[in-house]
């Protein structure tokens, strides 16, 4: 398959230098990542880093949820597969 040129739009500053771009951003770098290091943070001091490190799978189980809940994202079969494989693994490995 030959490299093609990206479109004009594509390299264009302003077609990403906008309102809605910037405040996902600005979610993203401050208030999610925040929100996180400070859960993680406290949640290492309460269990302990063997412990704490088997729950950081359910990142993917939680964006499944809330993509759903907040942006109206469609769970699929091959979702809520994945999603029992994650949990079945977490409880496998804190028992």
């Known amino acids: 398959m030959p490299c093609r040129k990206p479109p004009q739009s594509f390299c264009r500053v302003s077609s990403i230098a906008s309102l809605p771009v910037a405040m996902n951003l600005l979610f993203l ?3 999610a990542s925040f929100l996180c290091y400070i859960l993680w943070t406290s949640e290492v001091k309460v269990l302990g880093p063997e412990k704490a490190s088997n729950y ?17 994202e469609p769970i699929t079969l091959w979702m809520l ?3 029992l494989a994650i949990v079945g693994g977490v409880y ?3 028992r």
Do not use: C, E, K, M
Not at 60 to 70: E, F, H, K, Q, W
């Open 56 to 72: 950081i799978y359910f990142n993917p189980l939680v964006t499944i949820i809330a993509s759903s809940v907040i942006l109206g």
């Open 81 to 83: 597969a994945g999603g």
């Open 29 to 31: 770098g401050v208030l």
């Open 92 to 94: 496998l490995t804190a």
